[in-house]
């Protein structure tokens, strides 16, 4: 059963009436109703605590808003995107391209790195990617860090567990700015389309520093990372396209001490 409760508006205009699903990243000045969620992990769950203590487990039961009420539901299904409710956003949304070119969302993928911190957003980072996203790293990445990459399964890392990643590396709290001097040129770098033409494949070299914020292993230091990313990106029609990432390849550069995407996948899992 679904309880409704009133609340306080979620500071948007009532002929709004945005309904979304609350999150740990959901700005709280923008969805007051929301509740403060602190993520935990317990035996490999995660869960989200609110601050009077209550837990819920957001694979199994969801926290909605909707103008001035909430609903606290459960979902039968496994999946926690299986609402059908977007989440709420982190703060205001980012103009991004349309996905109606896969250099366009390579673009996008740019943008929300390089946004200001408070403007990063979770949910329009995982919009770029397809429902059967998996990520490659590097096979030193891999042996380096054997407690995040199992190498005894097929997928080393799927859409689950990129989104804990990108909710930590997202986070203002946690990552600072984040630069991009080295990213996809259309003049300089490679791309090739399937027979099919329903993939399309990108392949270029990236380099970047962020800023790792107090409170975290390496307190106000600057963090740099290096290497070449193959990407595939597919669209379930040519007629009307839409784009999404399907897999990243990350390959490390032997000549650089900098760190890899695969290295900075391991870090803020932990």
Known sequence: MVVVF????????????????????????????????????????????????????????????????IRYGGNSNPNPFATGVPDCPVGPRLMLNPPTRPMLVVFNLRTIFRAQPE????????????????????????????????????????????????QAFLDASQVGTITLNRWYESARDESFSSEDQFTETFIFPYEGSFTRLAGQDEDGTIVEFRGYMEIDLVTPTLENPVWSVQQW??????????????????????
């Open 119 to 166: 403007a990063r957003s979770l949910d329009q980072y995982m919009d770029q990617l397809s429902p059967d996203f998996h990520f490659v790293p590097d096979p030193y990445d891999v042996l380096m860090n054997p407690h995040v990459y199992d190498a005894n399964r097929d997928t080393l890392w799927n859409r689950d567990q990129e989104r804990r990643f990108a």
């Open 249 to 270: 390849r990350d390959i490390r550069d032997p000549a650089s001490a900098a760190r890899t995407w695969g290295e900075l996948r391991a870090e803020f899992m932990r």
């Open 6 to 69: 009133a609340v306080l508006g979620c500071g948007l205009a009532d002929s709004d009436r945005m309904e979304c699903r609350c999150t740990p990243q959901t700005n709280l000045n923008l969805f007051p109703a929301c509740p403060d969620f602190q993520v935990i992990e317990d035996h490999g769950m995660e869960l989200w605590v609110t601050a009077e203590g209550d837990t819920l487990n957001p694979k199994r039961e969801s926290v909605v808003v909707s103008g001035d009420e």
